[in-house]
């Protein structure tokens, strides 16, 4: 659901594109999330084509170099390949991408898992920033407690597709949230592999199924 519309439901081109226009999206893999066969400027400007945002080549190209800008490159970056920058340079091409067409939203799919250390925590003030420049809501998605705690400003956590707790900062104190985490310990450590090595099967106890039925209720 997304400001009370269902998004499976959208069927309608025309719908379609109003939606994805407000909502963009940041990949996990920044080696595989841009065409290898496009340069940076057909890249970015992929939404702003589709969305016919720009009034010719020239505003075109504009919008291009000053999104590049925007995330920390310069405008000799467009009629370059993706094969040519580093992960963290593909990463800032991806997110101005999903800049381009000027979403009120952004989901991030852990943006920064396929980082160096040293790079992610550049691509993630950047992210900082952009949101206090341009107002843009992000759904920061990721497995990194102290980077889920530095960046959101409200947290969910997620166990088997459920949301189990969600509140602001304070729900690292919260009682609940400490519960959880020892959950995903235990599961993490009870993990077997058989050893026939052809699947694994995951052991929680009683006490540990008791606490998570009490909060998916």
Not at 26 to 38: E, K, T, V
Not at 103 to 110: G, K, L, S, Y
């Amino acid at each position: 659901m997304y400001e009370g519309i269902d998004i499976q439901k959208i069927r309608k081109r025309k719908d379609l594109l109003k939606f994805n226009k407000k909502i963009q999206m940041i990949f996990q893999d920044p080696y595989a999330s841009l065409n290898p066969r496009l340069k940076v400027m057909d890249i970015v400007a992929e939404g702003i084509d589709i969305h016919h945002l720009a009034t010719d080549k020239r505003d075109r190209k504009k919008r291009v170099y000053d999104l590049l800008e925007t995330v920390g490159l310069s405008k000799e970056h467009a009629n370059r390949y993706p094969h040519e920058f580093s992960g963290g340079q593909r990463q800032r091409i991806g997110i101005a991408r999903a800049l381009a067409v000027e979403p009120e939203f952004i989901i991030a799919d852990e943006p920064i898992s396929a980082l160096d250390v040293s790079i992610q925590a550049q691509v993630v003030n950047l992210l900082l920033k952009l949101q206090r420049e341009k107002g843009i809501t992000f759904l920061f998605i990721a497995h990194d407690l102290s980077m889920v705690k530095y960046i959101s400003d409200r947290i969910a956590v997620m166990h088997f597709g459920k949301i189990v707790e969600s509140d602001q900062q304070t729900i690292f104190i919260n009682i609940h949230y400490m519960i959880i985490l020892s959950l995903y310990c235990r599961q993490f450590l009870n993990r077997i592999l058989n050893r026939n090595g052809r699947k694994r099967f995951s052991y929680i106890d009683d006490e540990a199924n008791n606490h998570l039925r009490q909060l998916h209720e």
